[in-house]
Structure formats: structure tokens, C-alpha cells
């Protein structure tokens, strides 16, 4: 604003953020200002009339002197050098000629080229006003002579007094939990807060309820989503698969029931850590806290991880139901995600004495110390970590009891179980173990290698080789033999049955 009062602004204003926060919009204002020869200062702000001439044609969008471009159908060279050649021009009226060109970032490499000339060194009349979300997309030369604002997601609070607002003067009935539904629905973004409320309006008849948003929207209520976590957290697979049959059968979208978890387990966790979020409704975080204090932060987490990365499983699997209920299913189930209480630490009771153990099994010191040993005594403990570890390899695991360090090694197709033992839950799950394995404490480390072999790759390996052994075996078995030589023909597909899978007696 002191630029413009002291007719100092610069040629080039680039404007990043969000999508739907309004840069398109404050693009337009700061037009305005440029243009308005009654401009005002009033102390804090410099504002435009709105009232004359350059005002009005900048609102309705008709100033010939404010040109509005879409970087992405207008991203070519063409485009460009017409810009450039217009550029050359004096406005129509007033001192300025402003263009404003939303999603740069859209525009090939050839045009930002061409473009950067006349940034560089923009004719005296002429100022550039971009806007995107992207602008890690636009080259350091175009950036390098551009003054940049960096504008913020609006909050939950700005959203739902504006929405607040809005439904005041439109005099539409509402009340207050719907307008928090739709701020936490946007995301930050007003204008998508604006649009999904007009949404809501023309399906509630403009009488906005919780539950109207919900409906319209696909929302899945608050207490569904809390029921389905208290299932998981409280090993209850079945109350929780309960919930989600009667979401699912209610016609709510399975991407939007998981991300809808997410964010519940999102809030779970910043109220472990002492972070409530103070947006939600006060019976909301009654509910999350309470969820919280049903498992220790580092199950919470891993948890989350899992539901995580299962959503883009459901997003592209032909059978996303089957998925989610395996999910859920896994999270309340498995023993890696399941704390040891002092009940289950404790000892048997006197009526039931546990037998001696070996020798041995009295210490792990007796056990190999190889890497398939150190899975194998992980499986007993924790098994969903000894399944991340079988697609790892370890080449020199002796060096690593006598460094200290364990470095694990995964294929690149597997660097998902490379993130998953970096994580600090399983990272301090599998320390623990190693110390107890090892004798000692280990650090753990990882990393992509496409030449490691790892027991996945050698269970594979041999299962192929069995396989291929018994379609040998069958194609050369003497029956086989003589039934092609009566009756011609070619052996079909051979089927691989485990021993115990056929259906004969005993």
C-alpha cells in the first residue's frame, strides 16, 4: 500500500495459495486501487470507491484495461506473443494497463520464455498480477522478478462467522453445528464453503441443519465414525464392521467414511499430545478425548498409518467394501497394534502353572544369530512387524550386533514397508527387540536397494521352484504319458493344492 501511495509498485505481483481463498479476487481489488483516480487512505487500508467508472467495468468484468487470462487454455506461445504485443500499447484510460493471468503455473516452458522479457522489463504502464497454487511449477526466473504474497488458508472460525453472515442476510434458517460441518468440509477454502452452502440451501428447501449437511454433502455423522474408532480401539471388530454395513447401506461413499476416520484419528491424536481441537463442538471433544484414552499414542499412530495408506487401496480396488472391512478388521485385531496391559503381562494363575521353558529358549543368545533368526523371534512378539521385515534384507547382520546399527535394506516396489519401520512406533518397537535379540541396544536404519534378496523373494523363489518340479512331475508321470499317447492331445493347467486342501477323507 505505500508502494502505491508513493507510485512505486513494482511491474510483476505474484499471488500463491490454496485454492478458492480469494487471489483472483484480491487481483481484481488491488486493480482497483492501481486504476482509481479517487483512491482513499484511511490509516490502515487504501481503498478504491467503487464508484467510478474504472471501479464499476473492474466488478462487472468489462474494463478493457483489466485483462483477465486463464494460464491454463491461454499456455502457448501464441497466447504470449499476443500478450506481448498488446502490451506495447497505452491503456484506453487512466495510467495503467493491468493483466492478470490465473494459473500461471499452467503455462509450457516455451511460454514463460517468451514472457520473461517483458517481466524483466515491463513498459511503464503496464503491470502483471499472477495467480496460482502451484508456484514450485513456475521457473526462478519468473520468480526471481516477481513481488510475492503468500496467502493463507481461512480458518474454521473466519469460515463459519462468514457463512454466518451470508445466511443472515439471505434470511435462511441455520444453525450453528451446520456451518461448522461446512467449514471443516472446505478445507480452508471460502469459496468452496459459499458453494457447498448453496448446495445445502436447495436441498433443505433454506433451512440449514447438521443434518442437511450431512445428506447433501455425503457426510458421515460424527458419532458413526466415533462409534467404528471405539470398535477398533476396543479390539470389537464386529460393533465396528456393524457401523460401516450401516453407513455403506445408507448409500455414504467409502472414501469419504475412511477419510472422515482419518480426520477423527487425526483429532485423537493431537488430544493425546494435549492439542484439542477447539473448533469441533464441546460433545465432539468429549467423545475424542474419551477416545483417546483408550490406547497409547504410538497404537493410535500406527493405526493411522494403516487407514492412511488404505485409502487409496479402497480408491482403486474393484472391490473397495471388502477392503475397508479388512482394515477395520486389522487395526482391532492384529497383536502388533495391541498394548500389553499388566493383566496380560502377568503370570499364570496357580491352577494353570506354565511349563519350563528349554534351555533353549531361556535367552535368545542361543538362537542364530542370522536375519531369518531375528524375524523369527520378532514373529512371536510382534507379528505384523515380522511381515515388514520379511521384505527387507540384511547383508552383513553380524557387523550390526558389533556396530550397533541394523541396516535394513528394501526394493524400491517396497518402499512403502521401508516408511512403515522408519515410523516412530515401529522404530521403537523394533530397537526393543533388536536389544533384546541382540544383547544390546541397535539402531535401526533403511534403505532402497533393488539388489537385496529378502525372504519374500526367496520364499517366491522356491515356492516357483516346487511348482515348477510338480508340473514336471505331472507331465512326465507315467499315466499322463500313456492317456496322451491313446488319445492325443495336450496336458491342461496343473493346479498346486497345499497338502490338507483336498476334499478326500482323511
Known sequence: MNAIRDNRDGGAYLLTGPRGIGKTSIARIFSKTLRCKSVSWDGTWLKSCDKCPDCTEITAGTSVDVIEIDGASNNGVDAVREIRENAKFLPSSGGRKIYIIDEVHMLTTAAFNALLKTVEEPPPHVTFIFATTEPHKIPDTILSRCQRFDLRRVTVAEIHTRLTEVAKAEGVKSEPAAFTLLAHAAEGSMRDALSLMDQVIAFSSGNITAQAVRESIGLVETQALHGIIRGIFGRKPADALYIVNQAYMHGHDLRVMMRGIIESLHSVILAKVGVPDNDLPEDERESITALASMREIEEIELIFQVMHQGLDWIARSPRPKAVFDVLVVKCATAEALVSSTPAQQSSPPPSAPRAAPPASAQSTSSQAKTWDGLISFVRDKRPMLASILEHGACNDISRACAAGTLEI????????????????????????????????????????????????????????????????????HPVITEAKSLFGGELGPVEITKKGDSDAPG
Open 409 to 476: 535394506s528394501f526394493k524400491s516396489s517396497d518402499s512403502y514397508f521401508r516408511t512403515q519401520i522408519l515410523a516412530r512406533a515401529c522404530n521403537e518397537q523394533l530397537s526393543q527387540l533388536c536389544k533384546e535379540f541382540f544383547g544390546r541396544g541397535i539402531a535401526i536404519r533403511a534403505e532402497l536397494n533393488d539388489t537385496a534378496e529378502t525372504p519374500a523373494d526367496k520364499r517366491e523363489r522356491e515356492r516357483q521352484r516346487h511348482e515348477r518340479a510338480a508340473i514336471d512331475a505331472a507331465q512326465n
